[in-house]
Nanobody, 122 residues
C-alpha cells in the first residue's frame, strides 16, 4: 500500500521560498504521477502542479506559473514542490496525491498524504 508523507511547510515572509517534499513508502513511485494540491481556509481543494511517471508536467493553477516548479527523484522515492516568490494568497495546506502514470486532476480516490501547512505572512 502506497503511503505519502509531505514535509517542508512552515511560516515564510512574502517573497520568500519553500521546498515541499512528498516522500513515498510501501511502493516505488516510478509508475505514479504525483500531483500537488492545496486547500485554503474556507475554500475547496485546488490543483497546483502534477508530474507524470515519465516526467511530464501539468500546471493546474495559472497563479503559480513562473513561481512554482515540480520535480521528482525516483531514487529517493520523493517528489518536490519548489515555491518561490511566495504570496499571502499561497497560504494553504498543501497535499500530494498519487495515481498511476498520468496526471488527471483531483480524485479523492487517489493516494493522499496528510498535508503540510504553508503560511505566507509578514
Amino acid at each position: 500500500q502506497l503511503q505519502l508523507v509531505e514535509s517542508g511547510g512552515g511560516l515564510v515572509q512574502p517573497g520568500g521560498s519553500l521546498r515541499l517534499s512528498c516522500a513515498a513508502s510501501g511502493d516505488t513511485l516510478d509508475y505514479y504521477a504525483i500531483g500537488w494540491f492545496r486547500q485554503a481556509p474556507g475554500k475547496g481543494r485546488e490543483g497546483v502542479l502534477c508530474i507524470s511517471s515519465s516526467g511530464g508536467v501539468t500546471n493546474y493553477a495559472d497563479s503559480v506559473k513562473g513561481r512554482f516548479t515540480i520535480s521528482r527523484d525516483n531514487a529517493k522515492n520523493t517528489v518536490y514542490l519548489q515555491m518561490n516568490s511566495l504570496k499571502p494568497e499561497d497560504t494553504a495546506v498543501y497535499y500530494c496525491a498519487a495515481r498511476l502514470y498520468y496526471c488527471s486532476g483531483y480524485d479523492p480516490n487517489d493516494y493522499w498524504g496528510q498535508g503540510t501547512q504553508v503560511t505566507v505572512s509578514s
